[in-house]
């Protein structure tokens, strides 16, 4: 096992899936984003994992701030592990997991809207939930976003801004980027 600084939360990642563990440029990038929002006093209230994976996004966001935090996938697969790894790490009834396309299930649909939201899937994906993001969004809300390769980045920031979502901060680790973005006030 890793050590775990001593001012970092620790979190289990079932070794069944290694995608998601934290270790990868687009995820250590996305927990670098949360930290940097954390850091600057931001309060995640109302947070949604979009194609959660491994839920570490999720958890991350749960183990910083006390309100509940949602975690979606399109994979069956990827949320029973999702679960898995939320049971593992005491956050049951902190992260509630569900199956669904980008926003397309009830559950997000009542929790809306979101003042974060995390989206670490791949360009084509972001490409097309920029609507839906922007609708998900309250107003000065964020969306960090990842899974994009760095030749991409421009071209999703152009998308996101046409949907009203303009980037605040932007980081390179190896051959990924991570976005973070917010809505107008």
Known sequence: ADKVPDDCEPLLIEAAMAFGTGHHGTTLGCLRAL?????????????????????????????????????????????????????????????TCVEAAGFDHPQLAEAAPFDLVFANILKGPLVALAPDMAEALQPAGYAILSGILNEQADEVIDVYARSGINLVHRESIGDWTTLSLQTNA
């Open 35 to 95: 930290d940097r929002l954390a850091g600057e006093g931001f309060h995640g209230k109302k947070v949604a994992d979009i194609g959660c994976g491994t839920a570490v996004l999720a958890m991350a966001a749960a183990r910083i701030w006390p309100e509940p935090v949602l975690a979606s996938d399109i994979d069956e697969v990827a949320v029973e592990v999702a679960q898995a790894n939320v049971d593992a790490n005491n956050l049951s009834g902190r992260v």
